[in-house]
T-cell receptor
Framework: KQEVTQIPAALSVPEGENLVLNCSFT??????LQWFRQDPGKGLTSLLL?????REQTSGRLNASLDKSSGRSTLYIAASQPGDSATYLC??????????FGSGTQLTVLP | GAVVSQHPSRVICKSGTSVKIECRSLDFQATTMFWYRQFPKKSLMLMAT?????????EQGVEKDKFLINHASLTLSTLTVTSAHPEDSSFYIC?????????????FGPGTRLTVL
């Protein structure tokens, strides 16, 4: 059974800092991996999707890397802004396309 | 882009009643949809996989008679919480994978907050 761990659980930084959020998973036989953002009381917004054959994906200030063999992914946020404050969730996908979620990293960017 | 809707967004009901939640893929067909629940300040837990034209597949520990899933069409799956009790209060979210040229991307609905009094 896939298990996903995200570190740190919470992070508070001043505006402008570059951040790294970490995700590790136990079963490396994944189909792909997605990073999501969740605002309080809301649904999920997909940020980045990395195919199992890829090493990284970039979208704007976000960069996600994947090391499937070691079961790790990182989300890098450049020049953080208060609007980036949210919970970030890592979710590898199994062969049946089901996602297993980590417990998330709650990010607070202070103005 | 792909959109998945859920209805209702919020429901409050009395203990013992049944509540139906709808999940629709608005601009693509989904033979499979997934149902998750999320407790406060916790992550999402997969409850079941909804399969169009066949029975849903439930995760270990999820009562299939309590959480009835019907995948009525290629764009609609429903989750019915039967005889709801306060411990069923939670945030329920559905998702549908959309097949792309290279890989599938999961799109999530906005969620339904259920409160059972």
């Amino acid at each position: 059974k896939q298990e996903v761990t995200q570190i740190p659980a919470a992070l508070s930084v001043p505006e402008g800092e570059n951040l790294v959020l970490n995700c590790s998973f136990t079963d490396s036989a994944i189909y792909n991996l997605q990073w999501f953002r969740q605002d309080p009381g809301k649904g999920l917004t997909s940020l980045l999707l990395i195919q199992s054959s890829q090493r990284e994906q970039t979208s704007g200030r976000l960069n996600a890397s994947l090391d499937k063999s070691s079961g790790r992914s990182t989300l890098y946020i450049a020049a953080s802004q208060p609007g980036d404050s949210a919970t970030y969730l890592c979710a590898p996908s199994g062969s049946a396309r089901q996602l297993t979620f980590g417990s998330g990293t709650q990010l607070t960017v202070l103005p | 882009g792909a959109v998945v809707s859920q209805h209702p967004s919020r429901v409050i009901c009395k203990s013992g009643t049944s509540v139906k939640i709808e999940c629709r893929s608005l601009d693509f067909q989904a033979t499979t949809m997934f149902w998750y629940r999320q407790f406060p300040k916790k992550s999402l837990m997969l409850m079941a996989t909804s399969n169009e034209g066949s029975k849903a597949t439930y995760e270990q520990g999820v009562e299939k008679d309590k959480f009835l899933i019907n995948h009525a069409s290629l764009t609609l799956s429903t989750l019915t919480v039967t005889s709801a009790h306060p411990e069923d209060s939670s945030f329920y979210i559905c998702s549908a994978p959309r097949t792309g040229p290279i890989t599938d991307t999961q799109y999530f609905g906005p969620g339904t907050r259920l409160t059972v009094l």
